[in-house]
């Protein structure tokens, strides 16, 4: 094209342009400040949050759930007690209820979680099993369960919290009965009930290299030459300012993407003593300003989810009396200093 006559289309696209006819998109959407999902998408990564059934009905919140986050965990809906509360009978009214509600906002799902010792029903916990009969109690529990979510779920914590703080097997109903055999089946099992769902292993306290993550590397080492499907590990890093940042997370997550599996931050939270107070809120932001960008300097680390994204609906407060604001909103669903450093590390203004 010559030379006047591309100054003159350009002067018109410009024109266009400054009239808002070109582009197709409403001039609001590019005022509208990006959210923390749009801005890990371009990263390639996703910025979820848990929830929980019983917060659903308060629309401020799930305003703020259904837009500024891709993906969603149900806090508690999936568990055992809520799925399977008589042997045989089950029930997938909570779940489905936020499966439904994350299909809606075009979000997807970590699902969570399938074996584990805690919130267990009384028929399960109540009494003794043979190892041949608690293995077909839980292999009908994950069949029927992942069953049901095939292809409604990006991925599953499979086997939640197996390891003590010192890297010892915990001693729970699984281990002490099937033995540490058990997490290679839920895996199996999981996988042939649905072939595309990224199959997870989830603690905490794993956040830094040390005796309880260097187990998951080692368990992760077996599992893979075994060829057991396993594809990744979840770092819940439930945090707490008190104890001290884990420096070496990055060291950590690098060298599980090494063994072929991606990682995630799975339950983020930054707990603080109360009162919450300036310095307290700008150490918390440093931290999720860390992990965030922790999370993107490795290829393999998919996504972070925080633990619910209100300090309203925050799990610390009842289990750890005088600690809590650990999440990026406040109370009255205000975004903290926490949520600008989370935006500031994924690029955004
Ligand atoms: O957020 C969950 C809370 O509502 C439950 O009361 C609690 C019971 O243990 O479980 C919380 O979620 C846990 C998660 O399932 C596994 N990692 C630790 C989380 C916080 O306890």
Redesign the pocket.
Known sequence: MPKTRLRLVGALAAVLVAAGVTTGTPAQAHERPATLAELAHRHGRYFGS?T?NPELTDTAYTSVLGSEFDMITP??GM?WYATEPQQGVFDWTNGDEIVDLARANHQRVRA??LVWH??LPDWLTGRDWTADELRAVLKKHIQTEVRHYRGKVYSWDVV??AFNEDGTYRDTIWYRTLGPGYIADALRWAHQADPHAKLYLND?NIEAVGPKSDAYYRLAQELKAQRVPLDGVGL?A?LALQYGYPTTLEDNLRRFSRLGLDTALT?VDVRMILPATDEKLAQQADWYRDLTAACLAVRRCVGITV?DYTDKYS?IPA?FPGEGAALPYDEQLRPKPAYFAIRQALGGK
Do not use: C, P
């Open positions: 848990a929980d806090g508690n568990k969570h979680t805690s919130q939640n919290e905490y819940q439930h339950e633990w799990w289990f």
